[in-house]
């Protein structure tokens, strides 16, 4: 092992905020010993602890890369201003939490892509590891620097930091990259190894070229291992694939405090502006009882009392009933409350409000997206205001009295009105407490609403549309404020400075590098924290790399332009994302999956586990 003390004094641990960031310990931390053919991989979080160790993905991979033989896994976060001037100032370079090895001396580091304002952390935390940022300047001497996550689907504007880039879901062919590795060639030779793999990415086999109006001319491969278009991986039968027994319990409290499993991946609704639900097709599920059985034992073993049920849409789970039989008398028993993200309104059932109504209960969130008929039609929805409605009464009437709505402004096609039908629903859902007989409603309900700003993202029907600017985000979000009269209903909103700077990073190409560097050089990192974020030193970074904010976050682009991201495949057709953009200018719906398949090219990962449509797809 490379220590069992950390590598900086103990008097400095005791000056920053929160030492136990930077100590590990936890419950359930494998820390391997050195070992000849054992091989070193750091997975970077580049965030927070506390929002890492909530990540359900990171101890997916952590377990499952541990669970070999001839691999160690460990963890490292981007620690907090405090700790990393402290680390500057002493020279103590970033490390990991298992053996507190710098990550200099792993054979490859990880990071994991969750969210575009990161993008300058994993910049900054290559910088404080010592390890050269550009992929061309680092020898056989330095780790293997990879990536993957939602954002990997378009890591061009990082795409000169990675060695590679892994596309797709973990448990689909991540294994046999790591396979690759124990071969012990050379780096050049194991990224020509690993080029054909599904899910695998090599950016420095891929060559760009710009028209004079800043557009791509062409993405062309320069390898002939390198092939044309690099394809998601999807592990072929996601019933039985790698999921750990427990998890790692942290000794301080983090963002999600609560045992999480992911029920089933992807998603069948198909609303237009959802990256994930495009990029994860098909759906696919687990066993009720696999369920069950997992999440009780992260329950007891983790000592929580609340269970996260996760998924794109937790009440599209086709056995939900079967699971909710299973869980509900244990989950009484422990007085433990069932936590149901992303949930739709109008699949909360009467089934699910009995069977949970006499558990504790936490917050319902529900997310409508938007405020009027004719804008919820063109981002397809599929939720009708009476859905809404009837489904927070039905909510109401089973004895829960906090409801979060979770709205989106500045969709295409959005006008002003449609922005003020967020007040307006909104309070019509507080309305329908007060309906309730007196008896039933003894405290008051809170209805809490939050305005994210819509940002277009690759792989989605509007990756070509363009972003409301700054005005126009600040504009709509007073008209719902000034419309809400009711005590009952609170209103927050995203930043639109920052929406606007994820949305050059989200379609942003190989230009932007440079601007994430000056951005770095000019103090930015946790760009999601909103008291860190500065737009002027964006503003900045572009200008001064000759670039435009508008171009690569308002502009709009034509459906015959060469995208970042055209050579890469999530599986869903591009004809299918440009037919459905028509569809919502149209203001015309697509039924979900279950109803009706669409076509949309998904069907090539069906595999046990997937929905009856999507395996007869085509």
């Known amino acids: 092992m490379s220590g069992t003390r950390p590598p900086l004094p103990r008097e400095v641990l005791l000056s920053v905020e929160k030492p136990a960031r930077y100590l590990g310990g936890e419950v359930n931390m494998i820390a391997k010993p050195d070992s000849p053919g054992v091989s070193r991989f750091a997975i970077v979080f580049p965030d927070v602890y506390e929002i890492g160790m909530s ?11 541990n669970a070999r033989d001839d691999f160690a896994c460990e963890r490292a976060f981007a620690p907090w201003p405090d700790m990393e001037a402290r680390m500057r100032e002493l020279g103590a370079p970033l490390f990991s939490l298992e053996t507190y090895r710098p990550l200099a001396r792993f054979d490859m580091v990880g990071f994991t892509l969750q969210y575009e304002m990161c993008y300058t952390n994993v910049v900054n935390a290559l910088d404080l590891a010592g390890i050269p940022i550009f992929a061309r300047d680092r020898g056989e001497g330095w780790p293997i620097i990879c990536a993957g996550g939602p954002c990997a689907v378009n890591a061009e504007p990082l795409a ?30 194991f990224l020509r190894a690993i080029a054909g793999i599904p899910g695998v990415y090599v950016p420095s086999m891929y060559d760009v070229s710009y028209n004079p109006d800043g557009t791509i001319k062409s993405v062309s491969p320069n390898d002939p291992a390198a092939p044309a278009v690099a394809e998601k991986a999807a592990p072929g039968d996601f019933a039985s694939a790698f999921h750990p027994d427990r998890a790692l319990i942290p000794l301080i409290e983090t963002t999600h405090d609560r045992a999480a499993l992911d029920i089933f991946r992807g998603c069948i609704r198909g609303c237009r502006f959802c990256q994930a639900g495009f990029i994860y097709r098909p759906a696919r599920e687990r066993e009720p009882r696999e369920i069950a059985e997992t999440a009780l034992g992260a329950l007891d073993s983790g000592g929580y009392d609340e269970l996260s049920l996760l998924s794109l849409s937790t009440g599209d789970y086709s056995r939900f009933r079967e699971l909710t039989a299973l869980l509900c008398e244990p989950l009484t028993k ?35 997206e938007a405020g009027s008929q004719r804008l919820r039609d063109v981002i397809n929805k599929n939720l009708t205001e009476d859905d809404i409605l009837s489904g927070c009464r039905l909510a109401f009437e089973h004895g829960w009295r ?29 309305a329908e407490f007060y309906r ?8 008051p309900v809170s209805v809490s609403v939050s305005a994210s700003c819509f940002v277009p993202k690759p792989f989605t029907p509007f990756q070509w549309a363009p972003q409301l600017d700054t005005d126009g985000f600040r ?21 639109a400075d920052v929406s606007v700077i994820e949305a050059a990073l989200a379609r942003g190409d190989r230009r932007l590098l440079p601007v994430i560097i000056s951005a770095v050089a000019r103090g930015a990192k946790f760009d999601g924290w909103s008291e860190f974020f500065d737009y002027g030193i964006w503003a900045e970074a572009f200008a001064e790399n000759g670039l435009s904010i508008e171009f690569y976050a308002s502009r709009r682009r034509e459906y015959s332009e060469i995208l970042p991201w055209d050579h890469i495949s999530v599986g869903v057709s591009k004809d299918f994302l440009i037919e459905e953009a028509e569809r919502a200018r149209r203001g015309e719906t697509t039924p979900n999956c279950r109803e009706r398949c669409s076509g949309c090219g998904a069907s090539r990962y069906a595999a046990e586990g997937v929905c009856e449509p999507c395996r007869n797809c085509g």
């Open 55 to 65: 990540c359900l993905g990171l101890q997916i991979l952590y377990f499952m890369i």
């Open 160 to 189: 000169e930091v990675f060695d590679f880039i892994y596309i797709g879901e973990a448990e689909g062919t991540l294994s046999a990259v790591l396979d690759e590795y124990g071969k012990r060639r050379s780096k050049s030779g």
């Open 334 to 368: 422990r007085r433990a409350a069932l936590s149901l993200p992303s949930l739709r309104v109008d699949a909360f059932g009467l089934d699910l409000a009995e069977r949970f109504g006499d558990g504790r209960k936490s917050s319902l969130t529900f997310a409508p």
């Open 402 to 430: 906090k409801v979060k709505l979770y709205f989106m402004t500045g969709l295409p096609g959005e006008t002003d009105a449609d922005a003020a039908e967020i007040a307006l629903l909104s309070e019509r859902v507080a």
């Open 436 to 443: 309730l007989p007196k008896e039933k409603r003894p405290r």
């Open 475 to 495: 504009r709509r979000h007073a008209a719902v404020k000034s419309a809400i009269r009711s005590r009952q209903v609170s209103f927050k909103h995203h930043d």
